[in-house]
């Protein structure tokens, strides 16, 4: 049989997987990353040097207890109880939704991350949405100048903010801008002696310009110089050549066709700087006194307080998986090819 004779193969097509195969998934990759967290973290405060019992107590009344009062206290925390056995009736406990008492705080743990985490999600979306706008302004506009003056200096900011630590960043800001001309406070989420209620929003966000803005600086450097190279990549590219050689302007040929090309790099690293914010968050906090979960981190890992430590481990995975959910649901949004078959699509 001639092979002009033969049918046609059918064209090979693409099959979305079900809505609710991706979200089961997400479930299970969310559930497995929260079991993994609280088990390394108990795991790490287990291993710690660091007497719970002889921390949150002090030294010195520790030292004038009687050997009865510290052996109710050891029993009362658990302190020598393995760390196995202690995960166990942890995780017992956190199926219902109580995630245990926090040492340093005597308050629910759930109780101390909810009032916390409101001052530190403040804090990071500020400094988030400021490092992504700020950073790709500067990689389009060095990209569009490469070899430039504009190029040059941005590139010299990147690199010498990079190698720069973060707390050394709050303490310049706190003494040039507190202390030397007096602009904003020198810490905290409120004014000193106001109860939370009476502190209006004008104070909070001025007591929360600074932080942010130390808290940005350090992400503009990473995203500013991948935009770059995205944008060098796209001006460089065949069919920023034709548009040119059609009589578009570089600039036209930037507006019209690169940014959409850098859309999905830019997003995919904004999102990805979620964990890093939030490890900055905790130098920041402290620099600057900012009652976040940051501080309370600081403060749990001092005292040995595990069930405290756990929880904002979790809080923090959660944010992340978050941040990477949200960053999946744009892509489909920015290019509608990357809903087809989840990332790949899938052929029959």
Known sequence: MPAADLP??????????????????????????????????????????IDPVKMNVGQVSYANM?????????????ADAPVAERYARWASAAVRGDLG???????PVTDVIGERAAASLALMAAAWAISGVVGVSLGVLAGAHRGRWPD???????????????????????????????????????????????????????????????????????????????VIDVLESDFAWFAQSRGESP???????????????????????????FGGSILVEQVFSYPGLGQAAVTAGIGGDAPLLVGIALASAAIVFLGNAVANILYGLVDPRMRQGGAHGTLR
Not at 66 to 78: F, G, I, M, N
């Open 101 to 107: 008492e926090s040492l340093r705080f005597s308050r």
């Open 8 to 49: 046609a193969r059918p064209a090979p097509r693409r099959t979305r997987p079900p809505r609710g195969g991706r979200a089961l998934r997400g479930l299970v990759r969310f559930t497995t990353l929260m079991l993994a967290v609280s088990m390394v973290t108990f795991a790490l405060v287990g291993l710690s040097p």
């Open 66 to 78: 009687s050997a009865e009062k510290r052996a109710q206290l050891r029993s009362y925390w658990d």
């Open 251 to 277: 600039r036209q040929v930037l507006v019209r066709h690169g940014l959409r090309n850098i859309a999905l790099p830019a997003i995919s690293l904004q999102f990805a700087q979620v964990s890093e914010i």
């Open 152 to 230: 040059r200096l941005i590139k010299g900011y990147c690199f010498v903010i990079s190698s720069t630590p973060t707390f050394w960043l709050g303490l310049v800001a706190l003494i040039v801008f507190s202390v030397w001309l007096g602009w904003f406070p020198l810490g905290f989420s409120a004014p000193i002696g106001q109860s939370a209620s009476a502190v209006s929003l004008g104070a909070r966000l001025h007591h929360l310009v600074l932080p942010a803005l130390t808290l940005s600086v350090a992400g503009v450097a990473g995203v500013a110089l991948h935009t770059r190279e995205k």
